[in-house]
Every structure is written in structure tokens, then in C-alpha cells.
């Protein structure tokens, strides 16, 4: 056993998570009381079977609700809408592009990879639909752009999902440092208040 310094402020009580992104790990996350973690990178309505699997499952292992889940984005954020299409769309297609490369999502490898099925499985999909198949379908399901789309995005998915918390990432895809701080105070300034009210009135 090693000592945590600082100490964790409450118990470990829906402190753990767990990146839940195929069927096996869903049900492994959930056995394990963990909070499911997932990118936004497929269609939502494929992603709410997921998360309600999750969820069922969570409630079976531990006779109560399941904590929210987590939604990872690689996120560009600009008031000005031109900015926010082209340089959104170029930094978030670049992100796509080196996670493809990197993990060989279109080669054979992960077919026999034990608890990669999943992974296995979606290999003749991505070779049919190719690169910019595949950059456009993440482009569609990503949070990126003006703040008001941003928002609009993530209303979608909770009229889908329902709650969800957010771990948008700000630095990827090649963009600069002065860029990610300026896309990430954009969001802070436009995006976060808005959640935050949107959260009120739900508490109301």
C-alpha cells in the first residue's frame, strides 16, 4: 500500500474512472463501481447503448444509481465563426489523423488482440469509408466551434444521455500554446457560465 499525499479530501467513493469504450470494458467499469469515461468519437445514438448498458450494469453490482459519466473532447473554441470552422476543423481532423496512424486503427492487429474485438471488428468499416469518412464523422460528433455550438452539442446529449460531466482537452492536432490558451479562455468566458446556468435551472 502507498500513501496518497495530499490526501484525498472524502472517501474514494465515485473517484475512480475508467475509459469505458468497447463492450467488455463497459461491463468491467461498471463491475468495478468505477465512473465511465468515453471520447466523443462515434455517432451518440450508438454511444447511448453504451452508456445505458453501463449504467443497467452499475445498478446491478451495486443496488444503486450509477455516478455520471465523463466526456472527453478535443475542443477548439472561437467567438468568431470563420476561425472557429477553419482552424476547429483543421486542428480536430489532425487529432483524428495521428490517432489512426498511431494505433493502426486500419490494419489487421487488433483483430487477435484479446479485448480488442471491438477495435477488430471496425477495421473493414474504416478501410470502406477511408480517412475523410472517418474525419468527417468525428468532425459531426466532436464539441468544437463557437460557443454557441459548443452548447448546442453537449444540450443534444444530455436530451440523449442525460448527465454527463466534461474533460474538454484544448491542446492537440499540432495547434500552438498561444492558440490552445486563447480557445481555452474563450471557453471559460462563453461556455463554462452558460453550463453553469443550465445547471441551475435543472436544480430548480
Same mark, same amino acid.
Given at each position: 500500500r502507498t500513501e496518497i499525499r495530499p490526501g484525498p479530501y472524502k472517501s474514494f467513493d465515485d473517484r475512480i474512472y475508467q475509459v469505458a469504450m468497447s463492450p467488455e470494458s463497459v461491463q468491467e467499469c461498471a463491475k468495478i463501481g468505477a465512473r465511465m469515461v468515453i471520447f466523443a468519437q462515434r455517432p451518440w445514438e450508438q454511444q447511448a447503448e453504451a452508456v445505458a448498458a453501463y449504467r443497467k450494469a452499475f445498478q446491478e453490482h451495486h443496488g444503486r444509481k450509477s455516478p455520471p459519466i465523463m466526456i472527453c473532447d478535443f475542443t477548439y473554441c472561437d467567438t468568431d465563426p470563420e476561425r472557429a470552422e477553419r482552424l476547429g476543423r483543421q486542428y480536430v481532423t489532425n %487529432?483524428?489523423?495521428? $490517432?489512426? =496512424?498511431? %494505433?493502426?486503427?486500419a490494419s489487421d492487429h487488433l483483430k487477435e488482440a484479446k479485448g480488442y474485438e471491438a477495435y477488430g471488428d471496425a477495421v473493414e468499416a474504416i478501410r470502406s469509408i477511408g480517412k475523410e469518412g472517418m474525419a468527417a464523422g468525428y468532425l459531426d460528433v466532436t464539441a468544437w466551434g463557437t460557443p454557441e455550438q459548443i452548447i448546442k452539442k453537449y444540450k443534444w446529449r444530455y436530451e440523449l444521455l442525460g448527465d454527463f460531466d466534461i474533460n474538454p482537452c484544448f491542446r492537440f492536432g499540432g495547434i500552438g500554446y498561444d492558440e490552445a490558451e486563447r480557445s481555452m479562455r474563450c471557453f471559460a468566458e462563453h $461556455?463554462?457560465?452558460?453550463? #453553469?446556468?443550465? =445547471? #441551475? #435551472?435543472?436544480?430548480?
Open positions: %487529432y483524428l489523423l495521428t $490517432v489512426l =496512424d498511431h %494505433y493502426e486503427l $461556455v463554462i457560465p452558460a453550463l #453553469r446556468e443550465w =445547471d #441551475r #435551472r435543472k436544480a430548480a
